[in-house]
C-alpha cells in the first residue's frame, strides 16, 4: 500500500520560509519520480516542481522559479520543498505526487499516480 505524507505547511509571515517534506512508504524515489503541486480556493491545481527518478534532474513550474527548490533523500524517502520569499499569493494547500513520470509529462497530474492528503500553507501578516 502506497502512502504519501506531506508535513511542513503552517501560518508563515511574507517574505519568509518553509520546508515541506514528503514522507513514502510503499514505492521507492529511486524508481518512481516526485512532484510538488498546489491549489488555491476556487482555482485550479497548479504544477510546482518535480525530481526525476534516476537522473535527480529537478523541473520548476514558471511561477516559482527561483523562489522555490525541490530535492529529495532516497535513503529517507523523502522529498522536501524549500519555499523563500513567500508571498500571499502561495496561500494554498501543497501536494506531493509519485508516479512513473517522463519528462515530456511531469507538470501533469494525469502523470502520477498516488498523492498525499496535502498540507495547508498560509502566508499573511
Known amino acids: 500500500q502506497v502512502q504519501l505524507v506531506e508535513s511542513g505547511g503552517e501560518l508563515v509571515l511574507p517574505g519568509g520560509s518553509l520546508r515541506l517534506s514528503c514522507a513514502a512508504s510503499?514505492?521507492?524515489?529511486?524508481?518512481?519520480?516526485a512532484g510538488w503541486f498546489r491549489q488555491a480556493p476556487g482555482k485550479a491545481r497548479e504544477f510546482l516542481a518535480a525530481?526525476?527518478?534516476?537522473?535527480?534532474?529537478?523541473y520548476y513550474g514558471d511561477s516559482v522559479k527561483g523562489r522555490f527548490t525541490m530535492s529529495k533523500d532516497n535513503a529517507k524517502n523523502t522529498a522536501y520543498l524549500q519555499l523563500n520569499s513567500l508571498k500571499p499569493e502561495d496561500t494554498a494547500v501543497y501536494y506531493c505526487?509519485?508516479?512513473?513520470?517522463?519528462?515530456?509529462?511531469?507538470?501533469?497530474?494525469?502523470?502520477?499516480?498516488?498523492w498525499g492528503q496535502g498540507t495547508q500553507v498560509t502566508v499573511s501578516s
Open positions: 510503499g514505492l521507492t524515489f529511486r524508481q518512481y519520480g
Open positions: 505526487a509519485a508516479g512513473r513520470v517522463i519528462s515530456s509529462s511531469l507538470t501533469y497530474e494525469s502523470s502520477y499516480a498516488y
Open positions: 525530481i526525476k527518478a534516476t537522473s535527480g534532474n529537478v
